[in-house]
């Protein structure tokens, strides 16, 4: 386990290589505005563009969607966590937030796995006699 001061040290590095970062993009392309800070929102929300997208969201149109149903429980599964731990410390909006994020990507989920499990219980076409 590093130590605080590794910590802290490692934390300052971090933070300048990001600067260098930020301000090159800027250079390169002056209409950018500073990236705003990352919020515990910025949180939820990555998690539910991951779990909407292991369930197939954003595919092309024409494209068959990739599904990775498993690993969007796993997604949703850590949002709960978080939700958990969190609990009594979040602003009403920040937990507003997360409760509406879970929400919405349980019942993505119980559409999808309704639709799965209909598909598996469907009996497949006779065979055609040739």
Do not use: C, W
């Amino acid at each position: 386990m590093p130590t605080a001061k590794e910590s802290r040290e490692q934390k300052a590095a971090y933070d300048a290589s990001a600067q260098r970062l930020e301000d090159m993009v800027r250079a390169q392309n002056p209409a950018v505005g500073a990236q705003p800070q990352i919020s515990f929102e910025h949180l939820v929300q990555q998690f539910y563009v991951s779990a909407m997208i292991q369930m197939g969201a954003g595919t092309q149109e024409g494209q068959r969607p990739k599904v990775d149903i498993l690993g969007a429980r796993t997604t949703i599964d850590l949002l709960a966590v978080l939700a958990e731990k969190t609990k009594g410390n979040l602003t009403e909006a920040e937990d507003k937030t997360l409760q509406t994020v879970l929400f919405e990507v349980r019942m993505a989920f119980l559409e999808l796995t309704s639709m799965i499990t209909m598909q598996s219980m469907t009996p497949p076409p006779p065979p055609k006699k040739g």
